[in-house]
């Protein structure tokens, strides 16, 4: 049984206060190319479908076409809500698109019954359980455990029928213990809710959403997909893929990945704005990709973000790293506030504030502009 994994779109998402759209049709077009060179016996789809849980029409729309692109594929598609998602709306309809394929989990009600699918080596049981939190366990099986993330989902599980001589196949998004994030993902306080990965030992293989690094979590057969594009800078040494896996008999499970080439990389560049400006530094390269420019000049350039936007016109974050912003100090009252001038409390601001005095020319231009607001003021 070959089955693609996916999960985290997250579609409508906007990273900086750039919308992703096109960048999303771009890679859902490529990962439909995949799936058709791969012919899979099901695509599992593990979760966060939308950014959010009223999403825009543009995701809405995004989403419906690739589903009608893989029902023509005749591809078994399996899909869950995640912590992102409304399960309600997102299983929308799911009854009626059952006939074409596509499966999708109703809201959590207790009950978790699986699709099975049949091989050379026999049945595969496909369980599909959305995102789910404790209080939610506790209001449906409120005389068992059910306080932290670990015996809710335990709780859940222990209440599906998984045939144990069979192949059985869990689709969830929760985090495991142990898996390691990135800024873009949606963080518990404390980790509470952490899920400890013990809880998937009677499943063959789990097709886990949420984070969003390609990795497994305590076995091979629990895995994160990750997200099919950056989404955060912190994401920007991961390579994307599609985790493709086969599972033949009982116990024989193989795993690879197929790379995604995005429309627009995420890179970090550092260096003076002279460096970052020159032609011969950049000539060459992917000027159009989505940059998180970090300069080394001492001095604050006037208009970097317009100036610099000239040569990366998807400049999404600019940040400064220098002896001001390496040292932090306290700015506190001043004593004898009565006794100073304007121009010496602003003075002593500027050099609290930016570890370091002004120079003569910033001086002068500071007392012009006092000199100009009191003339107006007369």
Same mark, same amino acid.
């Given at each position: 049984?070959?089955?693609? $994994?996916?999960?985290?779109?997250?579609?409508?998402?906007?990273?900086?206060?750039?919308?992703?759209?096109?960048?999303? /049709?771009?890679?859902?077009?490529?990962?439909?190319?995949?799936?058709?060179?791969?012919?899979?016996?099901?695509?599992?789809?593990?979760?966060?479908?939308?950014?959010?849980?009223?999403?825009?029409?543009? /995701?809405?729309?995004?989403?419906?076409?690739?589903?009608?692109?893989?029902? =023509?594929?005749?591809?078994?598609?399996?899909?869950?809500?995640?912590?992102?998602?409304?399960?309600?709306?997102?299983?929308?309809?799911?009854?009626?698109?059952?006939?074409?394929?596509?499966?999708?989990?109703?809201?959590?009600?207790?009950?978790?019954?699986?699709?099975?699918?049949?091989d050379g080596y026999g049945t595969v049981n496909?369980?599909?359980?959305?995102?789910?939190?404790?209080?939610?366990?506790?209001?449906?099986?409120?005389?068992?455990?059910?306080?932290?993330?670990?015996?809710?989902?335990?709780?859940?599980?222990?209440?599906?029928?998984?045939?144990?001589?069979?192949?059985?196949?869990?689709?969830? $998004?929760?985090?495991?213990?142990?898996?390691?994030?990135?800024?873009?993902?949606?963080?518990?306080?404390?980790?509470?809710?952490?899920?400890?990965?013990?809880?998937? =030992?009677?499943?063959?293989?789990?097709?886990?959403?949420?984070?969003?690094?390609?990795?497994?979590?305590?076995?091979?057969?629990?895995?994160?997909?990750?997200?099919?594009?950056?989404?955060?800078?912190?994401?920007?040494?991961?390579?994307?893929?599609? +985790?493709?896996?086969?599972?033949?008999?009982?116990?024989?499970?193989?795993? =690879?990945?197929?790379?995604?080439?995005?429309?627009?990389?995420?890179?970090?560049?550092?260096?003076?704005?002279?460096?970052?400006?020159?032609?011969?530094?950049?000539?060459?390269?992917?000027?159009?990709?989505?940059?998180?420019?970090?300069? +080394?000049?001492?001095?604050?350039?006037?208009?970097?973000?317009?100036?610099?936007?000239?040569?990366?016109?998807?400049?999404?974050?600019?940040?400064?790293?220098?002896?001001? +912003?390496?040292?932090?100090?306290?700015?506190?009252?001043?004593?004898?506030?009565? +006794?100073?001038?304007?121009?010496?409390?602003?003075?002593?601001?500027?050099?609290?504030?930016?570890?370091?005095?002004?120079?003569?020319?910033?001086?002068?231009?500071?007392?012009?502009?006092?000199?100009?607001?009191?003339?107006?003021?007369?």
């Amino acid at each position: 049984m070959k089955f693609i $994994h996916l999960s985290d779109l997250h579609l409508g998402k906007r990273v900086n206060e750039f919308s992703m759209i096109e960048d999303q /049709a771009y890679i859902l077009k490529q990962i439909l190319g995949i799936i058709k060179k791969e012919e899979p016996d099901a695509v599992l789809i593990a979760g966060d479908i939308y950014d959010k849980p009223v999403p825009s029409v543009e /995701a809405v729309e995004l989403f419906d076409d690739f589903l009608k692109r893989l029902a =023509r594929q005749q591809a078994q598609v399996f899909l869950i809500s995640g912590n992102h998602d409304s399960p309600e709306r997102l299983a929308f309809a799911s009854e009626l698109m059952e006939p074409s394929g596509i499966h999708i989990a109703p809201a959590y009600h207790g009950t978790v019954r699986p699709v099975s699918l049949k091989d050379g080596y026999g049945t595969v049981n496909i369980f599909m359980l959305p995102f789910i939190k404790p209080a939610h366990v506790r209001g449906i099986f409120p005389k068992e455990r059910g306080e932290s993330y670990t015996e809710a989902v335990t709780t859940a599980i222990s209440h599906m029928d998984i045939p144990q001589s069979e192949r059985n196949i869990l689709v969830t $998004h929760q985090f495991v213990t142990g898996a390691l994030r990135s800024q873009s993902e949606e963080i518990s306080v404390g980790g509470s809710d952490n899920v400890d990965a013990s809880v998937f =030992r009677m499943f063959d293989y789990v097709a886990l959403g949420h984070i969003h690094g390609p990795q497994h979590v305590g076995s091979e057969t629990i895995r994160y997909c990750g997200t099919p594009l950056k989404y955060s800078f912190s994401e920007a040494g991961h390579e994307k893929s599609v +985790t493709i896996a086969e599972l033949k008999e009982k116990g024989n499970l193989q795993i =690879r990945t197929e790379k995604l080439v995005p429309l627009h990389e995420l890179r970090e560049l550092k260096g003076t704005y002279e460096e970052l400006t020159n032609r011969k530094n950049y000539e060459g390269t992917k000027t159009d990709d989505y940059i998180h420019i970090t300069l +080394t000049d001492e001095e604050d350039i006037l208009d970097a973000v317009g100036k610099l936007r000239v040569i990366y016109p998807n400049l999404m974050k600019l940040d400064y790293d220098n002896s001001r +912003t390496r040292e932090s100090k306290q700015i506190t009252g001043w004593e004898s506030e009565e +006794t100073r001038t304007p121009l010496e409390m602003i003075l002593e601001f500027y050099e609290k504030q930016n570890n370091r005095p002004m120079n003569e020319k910033q001086k002068e231009l500071v007392t012009e502009l006092m000199e100009k607001i009191w003339e107006d003021n007369r």
